[in-house]
């Protein structure tokens, strides 16, 4: 292919480039004609070394005007691939264009792919495995193929687009979206040869073409036969048992119907075709998957009922109210998703990250934006009703009541704002920035600030009493039996007098308390960077159990059902029992969990740094 | 709903400009604690070793403090009037450490801080205090002490010994406190049953009592007592000959609570009164 004029358009990016000073190029990860695949090290995470995968492609065309075609089809492209979500689809954190550049930041997924894996297998791979991952490919297709408005067929399934991950998941790799900007050359063809069917040649996009190459990607697995060494359209003069006895015909059939000429004659969905897979005895089998190495795979049996994923870290708690999952993310979305399936609803974008756990009252969704501003966005159509500016970033999680939300900014005040029309009510000054969420009781509101005062504030914004700690009160207070309790970054957990702010007991962990604290039937359940979660006998602070986690416990614990629900920065969800403190569950995520769990529906949703919501089972 | 109103319209302006008319009251009731007490040598010994302090605070006014109550009961022993003072010297130096660290302070200033003791912190150092004292002033002296500092509904109680602080709602007496006594240890151990305890003839051996050595281990308990509910502090001259059943009755029957505390003591003597017999009665405003 001719190089165009463009200085350094075919170039690669060297080791260090640094793309929109914020991904680090670390080095080659793949390369096609008009595209390269990197691992990039992402800057905007400071603390820790966060890599994802960036695919620059270069847009050849040859006019102005059909540049700006093809860019626009970029855009379009990867606005569609950013708001898919499933579990066997990597995601889209980024786009840009720079120049005739292009690029997709995407998530980094550590794993083998499939045609690599066939490649290193010495014989045949067992058949449990080959079904286990074709029912993954028909469950991401049959996603796919019921997106409304309209299907996305995906017009390149092959073993080296399927990537295993280190959990034994199918993830799909590729979405082609290279192809736009050279759609129009003569002899482009948008799939593979080989595992593509008759009429994709002809420009068909039907959801069937999918299922053409799933069967054609068995029949590859299966057989160690690669179909692109073949003419085309000859897997009839291949039968899978002359090649491989050991495949049973009850798979030799699936196969054989997948692979159709005629596209009515193949399965009419990928969900059919998984059921005929699924009903098959090798399936019973399937556990006996290629397993690979497993650094960090420890899961204690606790496996996701979906999990979505943002393009930045999770660190706020998600809401549910009425089936739906509001949660915010630090690439400044707020996310409505179906508390059941974990689909997309809507999304809401703010100018900053969101660090602030929204709160649902009256149909409104209500948070706070590192942009300073505070949202009230519609809870079932996401748009917004009204914000509210404030002089200083808010992390402070907003609390609803009596037709008022209150929260804290870093202009230090506490705001009481009315919900329908988003008027400021009164601002209480503090001394120092509301990070803190406040408690909301029958006539006071109480909420911490940076410069260590717990405040007691009466619904005319007066202040009722003040309790001063050590150090910096980030936690947010909970309010039971007119005792108010709250951590300190002083180490201390604090159970004050409602009434008086008059300090009942104190007692001392060995970290700072940003975690904030529960209270179920007299325990009062608090996180400390000491790495434990403490529980506290709420009238006398005496220490009831602790449990070591590997690492600092700042989420809020919440407690449902005798059960303990918290996030710990070693990157587990923990399950412990009430009682005794012993550990029920713990689920890895992929990175530091700040988030604080919410339940509801028997399940716990819950962000992590690896920018997922999860929804556990309880 | 006033918090409401507030609320939506910003502060208040100040009120109560204009002072209330001669012999008229401001408010019909004002904020008090509603506390009775009664000690009585009983029907059989010939003095009264308990002792008995009640300390009611209140203060009305700009940022004004809840209503403060500090109630104590000891109930001595020791020969040669060793028992009595004891109890009182108990009494007296636990009210002075927890009204100079707690109440006092609270004048002065409405911020509380963490450089200073928590409530339980005080009452735990209050009742070791009191140990001290009595384990160097009264020789062969010993104590039971039950303290209970009341905040607005809120009770908080450190204890040791054997009187007992008690929650007394509608229908109901609930035992709040512990009974460090060695019967009781021996019930919880199950080397007694509760029958066999009633006729236990070391009813009253104590294994932990104020003034016994440097050492003591000290009780706390915090209660949120519900509006127009009972806290009573009694000695186990009441406890031991009247049940709970009766205790509950004669409160629920008495509209006021001095009369109630009266109504006890006077049964507890018309059943034998073998023991001296202190009672505070504490009811919590209503709601």
Redesign the interface.
């Known amino acids: 292919m001719s190089v165009h004029s463009e200085p350094g358009v075919e170039g690669r990016l060297p080791e260090g480039y640094l793309l929109r000073d914020r991904y680090r190029i670390l080095g080659l990860l793949a390369a096609g004609g008009m595209s390269a695949v990197y691992t990039a090290q992402d800057l905007r995470f400071t603390n820790v070394r966060r890599t994802c995968a960036v695919k620059a492609m270069v847009n050849s065309a040859e006019s102005p005007d059909a540049r700006a075609v093809a860019l626009r089809n970029f855009e379009r492209e990867a606005s569609l691939l950013a708001s898919l979500s499933h579990p066997g689809i990597v995601q889209i954190y980024d786009c840009f264009s720079e120049g005739r550049r292009s690029y997709v930041v995407l998530e980094l997924v550590q794993g083998k792919d499939l045609e690599t894996i066939l490649t290193e297998t010495r014989g045949f791979i067992s058949e449990g495995s080959v079904v286990n991952w074709a029912l993954q490919v028909c469950a991401v297709l049959k996603y796919l193929h019921s997106h409304e408005p309209r299907p996305i067929v995906f017009r390149d399934i092959k073993p080296s687009n399927l990537m295993l991950d280190h959990h034994g998941h199918i993830r799909l790799i590729d979405f082609g979206i290279a192809k736009v900007f050279h759609a129009g050359e003569k002899g482009t063809m948008i799939g593979t040869e080989g595992y593509s069917p008759p009429e994709q040649y002809r420009g068909v996009a039907d959801p069937r073409v999918d299922i053409y190459a799933l069967g054609a990607t068995i029949h590859h697995l299966l057989t160690r036969r690669d179909p692109r060494k073949e003419p085309p359209f000859t897997f009839d003069k291949c039968p899978i048992q002359e090649v491989n006895p050991s495949v049973s015909l009850g798979l030799v059939e699936i196969v054989h119907r997948a692979l159709a000429y005629e596209v009515d004659d193949r399965y009419s969905s990928a969900e059919q075709m998984r059921q005929a897979l699924a009903s098959l005895p090798s399936v019973a089998n399937s556990h006996a998957t290629v397993r690979l190495d497993t650094p960090t795979g420890d899961r204690d049996g606790v496996t996701p009922l979906w999990r979505f994923g943002s393009e930045d870290e999770i660190r706020s708690s998600p809401a549910v109210d009425n089936g739906t999952v509001y949660v915010g993310a630090y690439d400044n979305n707020l996310y409505a998703l179906d508390a059941e399936t974990g689909e997309l609803l809507w999304k809401y974008p703010t100018g900053g990250g969101i660090g602030s756990s929204p709160c649902v009252y009256e149909g409104v969704a209500l948070f706070g934006s590192v942009d300073h501003a505070l949202y009230a966005v519609e809870a079932d159509t996401g748009r917004v009703r009204w914000t509210c500016p404030t002089q200083g970033k808010i992390w402070s999680s907003p609390r609803a009541a009596?037709g008022?939300v209150f929260f804290g900014s870093d202009d230090r005040h506490l705001y009481?704002v009315n919900v329908q029309g988003g008027r400021v009510?009164?601002k209480f000054e503090t001394d120092g920035k509301v990070r803190s969420s406040p408690a909301v009781g029958?006539?006071t509101i109480y909420v911490g600030c940076e410069a260590s005062a717990l405040y007691a504030v009466?619904?005319?914004?007066?202040?009722r009493?003040?309790?001063?700690?050590?150090r910096g009160v980030t936690s947010s207070p909970a309010l039971a039996?007119?005792?108010v309790y709250v951590g300190?970054q002083?180490r201390?957990v604090?159970?004050?007098?409602a009434?008086?702010?008059?300090?009942?007991?104190?007692y001392r962990t060995g970290g700072p308390v940003i975690s904030s604290p529960a209270v179920d039937d007299q325990v009062v359940f608090v996180g400390s960077a000491d790495g434990h979660l403490y529980a506290l006998n709420?009238?006398?602070?005496r220490l009831v159990w602790r449990h070591a986690t590997g690492s600092q416990v700042t989420s809020s614990p919440v407690v449902f059902n005798h059960r303990v629900y918290f996030g710990s920065v070693d990157g587990y969800v923990y399950s412990l029992d009430t009682e005794a403190g012993d550990l029920r569950w713990r689920f890895q995520t992929g990175g530091p969990v700040t988030s604080s769990p919410t339940a509801a529906h028997g399940l716990i949703y819950i962000g992590s740094s690896d920018r997922y919501v999860y929804a556990l089972p309880a | 709903m006033g918090?409401?109103r507030?609320?939506?319209?910003?502060?208040?302006p100040p009120t109560a400009t204009t002072a209330p008319a001669a012999g008229q009251l401001r408010s019909p009731d004002p904020p008090r604690l509603d506390v009775g007490w009664a000690t009585d040598v009983g029907s059989i010994r010939d003095h009264n070793e308990d002792s008995v302090l009640v300390i009611s605070a209140v203060q009305e006014g700009d940022d004004q403090?809840?209503p403060f109550g500090l109630f104590i009961v000891a109930d001595g022993m020791g020969g040669h009037r060793a028992g009595e003072a004891a109890s009182s010297l108990a009494a007296r130096v636990s009210a002075h450490h927890i009204t100079s660290r707690?109440y006092l302070p609270?004048l002065l200033r409405?911020?509380?801080?963490?450089?200073?003791?928590?409530?339980?912190?005080i009452l735990v150092d209050a009742v070791l205090a009191a140990n001290d004292a009595v384990y160097q002033q009264v020789r062969g002296g010993g104590t039971t002490l039950t303290c209970a500092l009341v905040?607005?509904?809120?009770a908080?109680i450190a204890h040791v010994g054997d009187s007992r602080a008690c929650l007394i709602d509608e229908a109901r007496l609930e035992q709040i406190t512990h009974d460090h006594t060695l019967v009781e240890r021996l019930i919880e151990n199950g080397q007694l049953t509760a029958d066999e305890a009633a006729n236990h003839p070391q009813q009253n051996v104590l294994y932990r009592a104020v003034g016994q050595g440097s050492q003591l281990e000290v009780d706390?308990?915090?209660?949120?007592i519900a509006p127009d509910n009972h806290l009573l502090l009694c000695s186990d001259g009441l406890w031991n000959v009247l049940g709970s059943a009766k205790i509950t009755q004669l409160i629920q029957d008495t509209p006021s609570v001095q009369s109630a505390c009266q109504s006890l003591v006077a049964a507890a003597n018309r059943a034998g009164g073998p023991d001296n017999i202190t009672v505070i009665l504490w009811r919590s405003p209503s709601g």
């Open positions: 009596f008022h009481a009510a009164w029958e006539e009466d619904m005319g914004g007066n202040t009493w003040r309790f001063r700690a050590r039996r007119e005792m300190g002083d201390y604090y159970g004050v007098d009434q008086s702010g008059w300090l009942v007991w104190r709420a009238e006398t602070g | 918090f409401l507030s609320l939506l319209r910003g502060p208040d403090q809840p707690c609270a409405t911020e509380s801080d963490a450089y200073q003791p928590s409530l339980t912190e905040l607005g509904p809120q908080y706390t308990h915090v209660r949120r």
